[in-house]
C-alpha cells in the first residue's frame, strides 16, 4: 500500500510546499538583482547577468503551454538550470544533463542543543555583513559562475529588506566561517546555500548555522535541498526525505 503525502491545512503536499518556498526564493533574487522574472502558475523563470536561467517547475503537471515556455526559456542561451522538483519531465532534448538531489523536511519540534561553544551565528542587519555573507557562499559553497567575485551582484542590498527572506552569518574564534540564506513562504521556513568556508570545515560550523536556524524557525516545517555531502547533518538533526528533485544543467 502507498502512503499519502503529507498535506499541509491548505492542501498542499509538502514538496509544493518545499518548491514554492525554493521559488520564493528565486522570485527575491530576481527581483533585487533586476533580472527579468516569468511567472506562470505552472512554472517560474528568473534570467540575466552571470547567473544564467533559472526555471523551476511549480507543478508535476503544469499547463501545456506553461511546459511549452521551457524549450523556448532554455533556447535563449548562457548558462541554464531547470529544477524539477517532483522528476516528472525529461528535459534530454534540449542538451541538459540531469543530476538528481533529495528534497528534505525537518517538521516542527523541540530545537537542537545551543551553537557548541567557539561559534556564534547572527543575523544580518547591515549591508557590509551582507557582502561578507555573499563572498562566504560564491567562495565556500562555491558559486564558481560567480567567481571572480563582484560586490553586490549575488545579494544585493534590497534582500534587507526584503520580506521573509535573512541571512545569517557564523563566525569562529573571532572569525567568519560560514553563512546561510531562509526564506518563509506560507507555513514553511527554506535553507539554502549552508556554507563552511574550507579552513573551518570539520569544525561544527555547518551544525551551528543549522542549530541557529532551527532554534528560530523550529515552530514550524523547514525544508532544504541537499547535497550528498550535507545530507548526514541533515539526517542527524531530524530531516527525512521527502522527494528527489532533477535538477537539469
Given amino acids: 500500500m502507498t502512503t499519502a503525502p503529507a498535506r499541509s491545512a491548505a492542501g498542499m503536499t509538502d514538496l509544493h510546499l518545499a518548491t514554492r518556498n525554493a521559488a520564493a526564493l528565486w522570485e527575491a533574487l530576481g527581483e533585487t538583482r533586476g533580472q527579468e522574472v516569468t511567472r506562470r502558475p505552472g512554472l517560474l523563470g528568473v534570467g540575466g547577468g552571470r547567473n544564467g536561467l533559472r526555471v523551476i517547475l511549480l507543478s508535476p503537471e503544469p499547463a501545456p503551454a506553461d511546459l511549452a515556455l521551457v ?31 533529495p528534497v528534505m523536511i525537518r517538521r516542527p519540534g523541540p530545537a537542537p542543543a545551543p551553537v557548541p561553544a567557539g561559534l556564534e551565528v547572527t543575523r544580518v542587519t547591515t549591508a557590509a555583513q551582507l557582502e561578507t555573507a555573499a563572498r562566504v557562499v560564491v567562495e565556500g559553497f562555491p558559486l564558481s559562475h560567480f567567481q571572480p567575485y563582484r560586490p553586490g551582484e549575488v545579494f544585493p542590498t534590497g534582500l534587507l529588506t526584503r520580506p521573509g527572506t535573512e541571512l545569517f552569518l557564523a563566525v569562529r574564534d573571532g572569525v567568519t566561517a560560514g553563512a546561510c540564506v531562509s526564506v518563509v513562504q506560507d507555513e514553511v521556513s527554506g535553507l539554502y546555500w549552508v556554507t563552511t568556508l574550507p579552513e573551518h570545515r570539520s569544525a561544527g560550523v555547518g551544525r551551528a548555522l543549522m542549530h541557529a536556524l532551527l532554534a528560530r524557525r523550529g515552530d514550524r516545517p523547514v525544508t532544504l535541498t541537499s547535497s550528498t555531502a550535507g545530507k548526514p547533518l541533515y539526517d542527524s538533526l531530524g530531516f527525512e526525505v521527502i522527494g528527489d528533485a532533477t535538477w537539469w544543467s
Wanted: overall charge negative.
Fill in 71 to 101: 524549450p523556448e526559456l532554455v533556447r535563449a542561451g548562457g548558462r541554464v538550470t531547470v529544477e524539477d522538483p517532483f522528476s516528472a519531465h525529461d528535459f534530454t532534448e534540449l542538451r541538459l544533463t540531469p543530476r538528481t538531489l
